[in-house]
Nanobody, 129 residues
């Protein structure tokens, strides 16, 4: 049974930083593309960042970011610990949302919600202005 558990959310002032983590179990993590998505009240779930994996085709690897978070957020993974992180800097009110961790096993990274097979329960990030 695949489980993705997010942590690290909270309340932060504008301009501050937070680090989200996602702990994965029940899947072959080192061969899974991982992503972060977020959903603000009344809005659709949107892509934030994704990270691929090495060992497959060349396009399976690398990172990708939404334009709105580029140069502020950094995604990373630790295959030895089956964890993924999202370092978020220079936060602003528009970053307020529930952040979700997602996984797709054995396939390249993606920025489409529908292409992920597994999801965490989400963690709330609130940025006060």
């Amino acid at each position: 049974q695949v489980q993705l558990v997010e942590s690290g959310g909270g309340l932060v002032q504008a301009g501050g930083s937070l680090r989200l983590s996602c702990a994965a179990s029940g899947l072959t993590f080192r061969r899974s593309a991982m992503g972060w998505f977020r959903q603000a009240p009344g809005k659709d779930r949107e892509f934030v960042a994704a990270i691929g994996w090495s060992g497959g085709f060349g396009y399976y690897a690398g990172t990708r970011y939404a334009d709105s978070v580029k140069n502020r957020f950094t995604i990373s993974r630790d295959n030895a610990k089956n964890t993924m992180s999202l370092q978020m800097n220079s936060l602003n009110a528009e970053d307020t949302a529930v952040y979700y961790c997602a996984a797709r096993q054995g396939r390249p990274l993606s920025d489409y919600v529908d292409e992920y097979d597994y999801w965490g329960q989400g963690t709330q990030v609130t940025v006060s202005s």
